[in-house]
């Protein structure tokens, strides 16, 4: 069995329960909410169209994008109200999942309620039914096939959705996309995508029963489907180990260098007897807010990357500089502490193939700017909308003849193919040497450094103990390390597993 496989299927269990207890709770969230708004929305029309364009609304936004909304939203109610609100995490997710849940519901329930034939509803008024006798022993049995249809379809498209709330910090399925994803393991996404699938059909089928049950009449039909979702959903919960009172949240980004890094983190708490969780696949803004506001305890960042998106610098001094002055800065305005640096530089750099940099002549930033109306420009995700782009583009006035952004994986296959000239690539990433491409020099200085930094939460940064178990990271790591490192996981043959790549570097 390879090490991929064996680490995916070590992992899936506890994934598996996570995704279980997401999905399961917006889903019995979006029932408990949209039946109610659907029985008020069948008598009242003035109700019902409003009602279904804010759930139409929801569904018009992408998932990722609705996951990534709620956690500065609930940043600034918690800052607001004093409320101690997690931002990242399960609640972020479930409120986020909740509403994604609702239209299949409300639709199906408002439209299931007001179909029935009206002769029935005379019938039950004629009988003395009152208001809700009627809606409770006539109305909701005849509606619920189709009611139960609508929350059949929103299990479905929840289960889906969750994986994507791994971006936002909380543990689902998505770990094993993500990751594999970017490190090109396929095995982890198969598994993913597989396990994912497979629980989605699972509750589909179990609430098929039910539903079949309920419109053939047939009570132990039905009630063995919800003894079965039951089960599952309580199976869930023993399992689902929330953020227990000291544990260690270990953070990541989305590219290969932090999966290894945080492994390393991870190894060196553990050893030193901390209970740990990751939570990996977060955006820049996210991490750090994430860590000052203590959602996470500890990660890795990069000078400039903190200088100009956290600090709003635009002036590019020294590293040494930029170390200092993001310590002081960063522990006064948020409590977050630079514990120091690893030892090498993962600065942005734009790259071309060698070959292709030879035949036009271009060696610096500023002979790219003559010919970058004829060439194509891949970035990661970030690149472009950050403000390292906006100060290199304007220094040396670059403009492309296409720009797209790329997973940072892809963004590599998009050189090697020849679908791009250019690419934003990261100056420790392995490929580079791999693929023969060439760095551009930056004579204007526009980009600034990016050294790795370790940064420590508000709470961690006054635990002598805990800062004790991380130093030895510090000056540790050099660049050329660091690349082979990388090039461990990113490469086409002989793959390693980022925790094997962090156990390499740990040895030396």
């Known amino acids: 069995m390879s090490p991929a496989l064996t680490e995916s299927l070590a992992e899936l269990p506890a994934l598996l329960r996570a995704h ?74 479930l409120i986020a999942l909740a509403l994604y849940a609702l239209l299949p519901i409300l639709r199906n329930g408002i439209a299931a309620l007001k179909g029935l034939d009206p002769a029935i509803v005379e019938a039950a008024n004629g009988i003395g039914m009152t208001r809700w006798q009627r809606l409770w022993l006539v109305e909701l ?98 399992f689902a180990r929330g953020e227990s009172a000291g544990t260690v949240i270990i953070g990541a980004k989305n590219f290969s260098e932090q999966y290894i890094l945080a492994s390393m983190i991870e190894d060196r708490l553990k050893a ?30 990069y000078g400039g990357t903190l200088w100009a998106n956290v600090l ?66 891949a970035s990661d995700i970030e690149f472009l909308t950050r403000p390292e782009w906006r100060a290199v583009a304007s220094a040396y006035g670059l403009r492309f003849a296409d720009q797209r952004p790329y997973n940072p994986t892809f963004m590599y296959h998009a050189v090697a193919e020849g679908s791009a000239d250019v690419i934003s690539a990261f100056s420790s990433d392995g490929r580079i040497a791999a693929l023969d491409l060439v760095t551009l020099t930056d004579p204007k200085h526009a980009l600034p450094s990016y050294e790795a930094l370790l940064l420590l939460s508000p ?24 690349r082979k490192a990388i090039l461990m996981v990113d490469r086409d043959a002989d793959k390693r597993t980022p925790a094997e790549a962090a156990a390499w570097l740990e040895k030396r």
């Open 459 to 482: 709470a961690r940064a006054r635990d002598g103990r805990f800062a004790a178990t991380l130093q030895p990271l510090i000056a540790s790591i050099s660049i050329d390390r660091m």
């Open 141 to 238: 049995p005849l509606g619920a096939p189709v009611m139960l249809a609508g929350i059949r379809t929103a299990s479905v498209w929840t289960i889906g959705a969750a994986t994507l709330a791994t971006t936002v910090g909380q543990p689902s399925l998505g770990n094993l996309i993500f990751s594999g994803l970017q490190t090109e393991s396929w095995v982890r996404v198969l598994v993913g995508c597989g396990a994912s699938a497979l629980l989605a059909l699972s509750v589909d089928a179990m609430l098929a029963l039910i539903e079949h049950g309920v419109a053939k009449r047939s009570k132990p039909l039905w009630l063995s489907g919800l003894g079965l979702l039951i089960a599952a959903m309580v199976l869930t919960i023993p």
């Open 20 to 93: 279980m207890l997401l999905g399961g709770s917006a889903v019995a969230i979006g029932v408990l909410v949209g039946v109610p708004l659907a029985i008020i929305g069948s008598e009242c029309r003035r109700v019902a169209t409003p009602l279904l364009a804010f759930a139409g609304l929801i569904q018009t936004i992408p998932a990722l994008a609705l996951l990534a909304l709620f956690y500065p939203l609930l940043l600034l109610i918690g800052r607001g109200t004093g409320l101690p609100l997690p931002a990242l995490g399960f609640l972020p997710a």
């Open 312 to 377: 709003g610098r635009k002036d590019n001094p020294p590293a040494t500089s930029v170390r200092q002055q993001l310590n002081e800065a960063l522990a006064r305005r948020d409590g977050v502490r630079v514990l120091g640096a690893l030892g090498f530089e993962n600065a942005y750099a734009l790259a071309m193939p060698r070959s292709e940099a030879a035949r036009l002549g271009v060696t610096t930033l500023g002979d790219l700017a003559g010919v970058a109306p004829k060439l194509r420009f």
């Open 272 to 301: 030193a007897g901390y209970r740990t969780e990751r939570r990996d696949d977060l955006g820049s803004a996210v991490a750090y807010r994430a860590l000052a506001a203590g959602d996470i305890d500890v990660y890795v960042d």
